[in-house]
């Protein structure tokens, strides 16, 4: 039995407002294309399987985990990676609140904070639990990043 060649498809992708036309096989996710083939490592390989969130990603808006989508099917859409959101107040607030302790899932945690941030301008209490939930840390409690999510709702509705 011959192994057939692998079809490659050509995509571009819309990243961080920027325009990239790659070559992709139709089974690459979203992550390995970003991180592999694009350069953008902010994005990080957790479980590979969608549960811990490190690899988390906005698509038009909402967070999405680049693990378990195909490159094939965010063509067409407006992805963000945490390299798009380079200075923006939810960062920042992650430093000022330390947010964070070794860094590995901060950027997934970023990424959830800000759409839930943008999506949500007066989330409760409740709510920004639940939008945490999908994250997994193992180095620090979600207290510094509720802090930091508080923070920049406050600020945004003063």
């Known amino acids: 039995m011959d192994a057939s060649p692998v079809n490659k498809l050509n995509i571009t992708l819309n990243i961080n407002n920027e325009i990239y036309h790659t070559e992709v096989r139709p089974i690459s996710t979203l992550l390995s ?4 083939q694009l350069g953008l490592t902010g994005a990080k390989p957790g479980c590979l399987n969608g549960d811990c969130g490190a690899c988390t990603i906005l698509i038009d808006g909402l967070p999405f985990k680049s693990c378990i989508i195909l490159a094939v099917e965010a063509a ?4 963000t990676t ?5 200075n923006t107040p939810i960062q920042q607030a ?3 609140h330390f947010a964070f302790q070794c860094g590995y899932c901060t950027p997934g945690f970023i990424m959830n904070c800000q759409a839930l941030v943008s999506n949500h301008p007066n989330p409760s209490k ?3 639990k639940e939008w945490l939930s999908s994250n997994i840390c193992r180095c620090t409690c979600y207290e510094e990043i509720e802090h930091a999510i508080t923070s920049v709702i406050q600020h945004n509705n003063e």
């Open 126 to 128: 409740e709510m920004i």
């Open 82 to 86: 945490i390299e798009g959101l380079k």
């Open 94 to 96: 992650f430093v000022e």
């Open 76 to 79: 067409g859409k407006k992805i």
């Open 33 to 36: 294309v970003l991180r592999q």
